[in-house]
């Protein structure tokens, strides 16, 4: 992996994935998930506030990417 995948495109991805139309999209989706719920490229985590705690039973992310499953971890934990 390069440094452009290793420490600039997961912070270019965060950016670009976080932007206002995005974030209304995922408030009125994410929250809809129920049961077990598997997230294939879960980035740096930006879905997982939303996700409706009473509904979702276990949740499992995967993401390729060394950096961005690092901050998807830091935002699972707070």
Same mark, same amino acid.
């Given at each position: 992996?390069?440094? $452009?995948? &290793? $420490?600039?495109? *997961?912070?270019? @991805? =965060?950016?670009?994935?976080? +932007? !206002? *139309?995005?974030?209304? @999209?995922? @408030? &009125?989706?994410? *929250?809809?998930? %129920?049961? &077990?719920?598997? /997230?294939?490229?879960?980035? +740096?985590?930006?879905?997982? *506030? =939303? $996700?409706? !705690?009473?509904?979702? +039973?276990?949740?499992?992310?995967? /993401?390729?990417?060394? %950096?961005?499953? &690092?901050?998807? !971890? @830091? +935002?699972?934990?707070?």
């Amino acid at each position: 992996m390069g440094l $452009y995948s &290793k $420490y600039v495109l *997961p912070h270019l @991805q =965060h950016l670009a994935c976080g +932007t !206002r *139309p995005i974030e209304r @999209q995922r @408030q &009125k989706v994410v *929250p809809l998930a %129920e049961g &077990k719920v598997l /997230e294939i490229g879960i980035g +740096t985590g930006l879905n997982l *506030p =939303h $996700y409706d !705690r009473s509904k979702v +039973t276990r949740l499992w992310g995967l /993401e390729p990417a060394a %950096e961005m499953r &690092k901050k998807a !971890r @830091q +935002t699972a934990n707070t």
